[in-house]
């Protein structure tokens, strides 16, 4: 036997075993623990969660659903206040609860906001286009309807998604949202083109040679300030009637909050 060779006394072993395994939880423990970088990517993304949807709870909310809003902003913020403490895993925790808030939210603000709002602006308007017997405007009115089932489908994809995957969930409604709103831009641009009288049609305007030799480069304008423009013309040439709150929508199509509409994110983060 070598002589150098040292031989643990049984307990000595067992405590070197168990200084081991306690040190190995340690580190288990640490290296499962949010850490900032990942804190910081999913403040980030909660933040995005809350900005898509602010437009949708400024434009449209019951106090109720403005309430259940601002408890997930309230989760947002206190996560962010650990962050900046350094307190990762408390800041994970606030980030989930928003969540928890938010992916229940979401489902309630597409179904009775989304879905039956822009259910009512086809179906309110449907009629009108039909009887005007304009090509376009029945080919757009048909791209409505596919798009608002588009949005159920991924309504209910989100519904049915794991319960656990809060963000998941969270992505799926956004895009249920989406369709919803693109839904609506093909019913006000059916609308339009319905009732645009034909002499009034850009594609059938008669113009001189001289007309078209000095016409003006037109003026650059967003899709939302054309439609804005094109409605206002039509509402006061009342050759249309705005029976669906037609500049809320409109607004709230292109993420903006309409006139006269409290901004929910911003008044809260000001008020903190």
């Known amino acids: ?138 080919h757009l009115i048909r791209l409505g309807y596919r798009d608002l089932k588009v949005a159920e489908i991924y309504k209910n994809k989100g519904f049915a998604h794991n319960k656990q995957q809060y963000s998941t969930k969270i992505y799926f409604y956004i895009d249920a949202i989406k369709y919803a709103r693109q839904s609506k831009r093909y019913a006000f641009l059916a609308i339009i083109e319905s009732q645009t009288p034909f002499e009034d049609k850009d594609d059938f305007k008669l113009q001189t040679y001289d007309d078209f030799r000095d016409k003006s480069p037109k003026e650059k304008q967003t899709d939302f300030e054309r439609v804005k423009t094109r409605l206002t013309n039509m509402i006061h040439r009342r050759l249309i009637v705005d029976n669906s709150e037609y500049f809320v929508h409109l607004f709230d199509n292109y993420d903006y909050i309409a006139t006269q509409k409290k901004n929910q994110f911003d008044s809260f983060f000001k008020e903190k």
């Open 1 to 138: 036997m070598n002589p150098c060779r040292r031989i643990l006394h049984p307990r000595a072993f067992s405590h070197t075993v168990i200084c081991i395994m306690i040190l190995f939880s340690f580190f288990s423990l640490w290296s499962n623990s949010p850490d900032r970088a990942f804190c910081e990517k999913i403040l980030e993304e909660n933040r995005y969660f809350l900005m898509f949807l602010n437009s949708g709870i400024s434009n449209f909310a019951k106090p109720e659903h403005v309430q259940i809003f601002q408890s997930a902003l309230n989760e947002h913020y206190q996560a962010h206040k650990e962050y900046l403490s350094g307190h990762y895993k408390i800041t994970h925790q606030h980030i989930r609860s928003s969540h928890l808030i938010l992916k229940d939210l979401y489902a309630d603000v597409i179904q009775q906001y989304y879905l039956a709002d822009t259910q009512l602006l086809l179906e309110k308007n449907s009629a009108m286009i039909i009887e005007s017997k304009d090509a376009r405007a029945e």
